[in-house]
């Protein structure tokens, strides 16, 4: 039995997020929870057993996760979830999965509420200066094939952007438009765009690559780059086909980044105007 989305409360329960879903694999198991600590967490513990696909969603994180143990504020409203990947392909290319993930997004925010939205390198996902949407990816692999690749996905749906301190630089979907939106078809839309931005990924993966660029808000612009080893400035150059961020320093010499923090300094217009 088909629902009908305007009528129904917007709660991301098992039925209903697969009710209509349009994909093959993605969400054929859907598990729902009120509040988690983390999906990713979750969906970590149960990944060596679950089925390609298996999707976790909560309504309220509680110990939300960002990159390298930061912490990703999650209440009520927003979109948090994970989903378990299972494709054939070596840990060296699990990269793929995030870039598949933001792309996904983006085709979502973009199909339903046309927003403009860019990729902020390496997982952000912005309209204007401002983060909507981080995904972070973890996996569980042998030494040359990957057993697992979770993919967390957190959308900062329906929450008033003043619950965002000012330096976070964040917004949300409702403070973006005006209104809240229906949580439901987001998700379905995004898990539907998922699965086909997935398709390629253990062999061409060139297409997607190339929305990636397309949709960045990184490449051109110039950039400080903060990584474990320290930090430099430069111009942002390409995404290159191993996942790393090419940036051409002051000096002309070009580095990959494949891991880091970046701060974008300046839009990419002013540096055109200049000819930098
Ligand atoms: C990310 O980290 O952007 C990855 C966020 C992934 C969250 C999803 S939710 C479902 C799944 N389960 C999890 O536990 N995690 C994933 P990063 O680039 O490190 O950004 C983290 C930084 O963004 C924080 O240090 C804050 O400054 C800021 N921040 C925290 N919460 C935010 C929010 N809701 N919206 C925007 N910025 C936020």
């Known amino acids: 039995m088909g629902y009908r989305l305007e009528s129904l409360p917007d709660l991301l329960s098992e039925n209903l997020v697969k009710s209509g879903l349009k994909t093959k694999f993605i969400g054929r198991t859907v598990i729902s929870h009120q509040s988690l600590t983390s999906t990713n967490a979750e969906a970590k513990r149960i990944a060596p057993s679950a089925e390609n696909g298996t999707v976790v969603v909560a309504e309220v994180q509680t110990i939300g996760r960002g990159r390298m143990e930061r912490h990703w504020h999650s209440p009520r409203g927003g979109i948090w979830m994970s989903v378990i990947l299972k494709p054939k392909i070596p840990p060296s290319l699990a990269f793929r999965v995030n870039i598949a993930a933001s792309i996904a997004v983006a085709r979502a925010l973009e199909g339903l509420y046309g927003l403009e939205v860019g990729i902020k390198w390496p997982n ?57 939106v229906l949580r439901l078809e987001l998700v379905q839309s995004i898990l539907e765009e998922l699965e086909r931005a997935c398709e390629g990924m253990a062999t061409s993966f060139d297409q997607v690559m190339g929305e990636w660029s397309d949709r960045s808000a990184t490449l051109g612009r110039k950039v400080r780059i903060i990584t474990r080893d320290g930090e430099f400035e430069g111009r942002a150059e390409a995404l290159e086909s191993d996942g790393s961020l090419r940036v051409r320093k002051g000096d002309g010499i070009e580095e990959r980044v494949l891991a880091g923090d970046c701060i974008h300094l300046r839009p990419a217009k002013e540096m055109a105007d200049e000819g930098a």
Not at 155 to 161: C, K, T, V
């Open 124 to 180: 952000d996902l912005m309209v204007g200066e401002r983060k909507v949407c981080g995904t972070l990816t973890e996996i569980g692999a042998e030494m040359d094939s990957l057993e697992y690749a979770v993919v967390g996905i957190g959308i900062n749906a329906n929450i008033d952007p003043d619950l965002f301190p000012e330096e976070w630089k964040a917004t949300s979907i409702s403070g973006l438009l005006g209104r809240e």
